[in-house]
T-cell receptor, first 112, second 112 residues
């Protein structure tokens, strides 16, 4: 069974631009969560989707948004990029809420 | 953002030594998980714990869910070079959310 896939793996943007990251969960998994990983703050929860509905949201500004499609694939969007948005963005999927989460390889975003 | 207290921050050991790391929280969790992350990759799930007092093994790895539900530890026996990486604990409260709160991480270096 294929694991969680994330595209693109690497991305370089400039301040003020916007970016969309994509996540395909493990087949059959309906829950997708997003995390931001930085050296200073570690792994921080962004948001969580289940059956196309946002179930929970972390403490991030409104520039960070996401959505989930009917096939469980998810995207997250960051608008008006800031230097501090440079991070590894990780997506995790699980078969349904409360079950173990499996992570993808992440998308490394660099904002110049 | 919220992070769990994880110690030690780093460990430099000889191959064959045993390793122990722990994670503490000021609040209760219903699930504790341990992940390992290698450079350029997402965290890989090692062990999941669902019940207070539970002791679970996965090969050379053993983890326990603290009785107070506010702590967990991970032991690695007879370490080998491929154990190198950053180990993270994560707590999950469950209920209507899949949100994980991660520890600060333990960097493990193993010298052959």
């Amino acid at each position: 069974k294929a694991g969680v896939t994330q595209t693109p793996r690497y991305l370089i943007k400039t301040r003020g631009q916007q970016v969309t990251l994509s996540c395909s969960p493990i087949s059959g998994h309906r829950s997708v969560s997003w995390y931001q990983q930085t050296p200073g703050q570690g792994l921080q929860f962004l948001f969580e989707y289940f059956s196309e509905t946002q179930r929970n949201k972390g403490n991030f500004p409104g520039r960070f948004s996401g959505r989930q499609f009917s096939n469980s694939r998810s995207e997250m969007n960051v608008s008006t990029l800031e230097l501090g948005d440079s991070a590894l963005y990780l997506c995790a999927s699980s078969s349904d809420p409360d079950n173990e989460q499996f992570f993808g390889p992440g998308t490394r975003l660099t904002v110049l | 953002g919220q992070q769990l207290n994880q110690s030690p921050q780093s460990m430099f050991i000889q191959e064959g030594e045993d390793v122990s790391m722990n994670c503490t929280s000021s609040s209760i969790f219903n699930t504790w998980l341990w992940y390992k992350q290698e450079p350029g990759e997402g965290p890989v799930l090692l062990i999941a714990l669902y019940k207070a007092g539970e002791l679970t093994s996965n090969g050379r790895l053993t983890a326990q869910f603290g009785i107070t539900r506010k702590d967990s530890f991970l032991n690695i026996s007879a370490s080998i070079p491929s154990d190198v990486g950053i180990y993270f604990c994560a707590g999950q409260r469950g209920g209507a959310t899949n949100k994980l709160i991660f520890g600060t991480g333990t960097l493990l270096a193993v010298q052959p």
